[in-house]
């Protein structure tokens, strides 16, 4: 399973504001299969088993921004592709969790 966290910062908008353009990005995601992805305050992760998915997907979400009226986006992505098991991006998170001592 591959995941990606993504994260999109928009330039030259006249605006400090962002949730327009994040919200064009995740609604031009649209339905892809075997997808997940959930936002988080400073960006989105994204799973899916076939990395090249991945990879469309973040381009997708970058050019939302474009067509958005962004004269240039700074994109800041993250993968972790492991294949030696079967997880989700939640999984990673209860592992993490599991192990702290101060629960």
Same mark, same amino acid.
């Given at each position: 399973?591959? %995941?990606a966290e993504l994260t999109l910062i928009p330039i030259g908008t006249k605006t400090t504001s962002v949730s327009k353009y994040i919200a064009g990005a995740l609604d031009s995601i649209g339905?892809?299969?075997g997808?997940?992805?959930e936002l988080n305050a400073?960006?989105?992760t994204?799973?899916?088993k076939d990395l090249k %998915?991945?990879?469309d997907v973040i381009r997708r979400m970058q050019e939302s921004v474009f067509e958005s009226g962004a004269d240039r986006v700074y994109s800041v992505?993250?993968?972790?592709d492991r294949r030696d098991k079967d997880y989700t991006f939640k999984d990673k998170i209860t592992s993490v969790?599991?192990?702290r001592k101060n629960k």
């Open positions: 399973m591959a %995941v339905e892809v299969d997808l997940t992805y400073m960006g989105t994204i799973a899916h %998915v991945l990879y992505v993250k993968i972790d969790n599991e192990k």
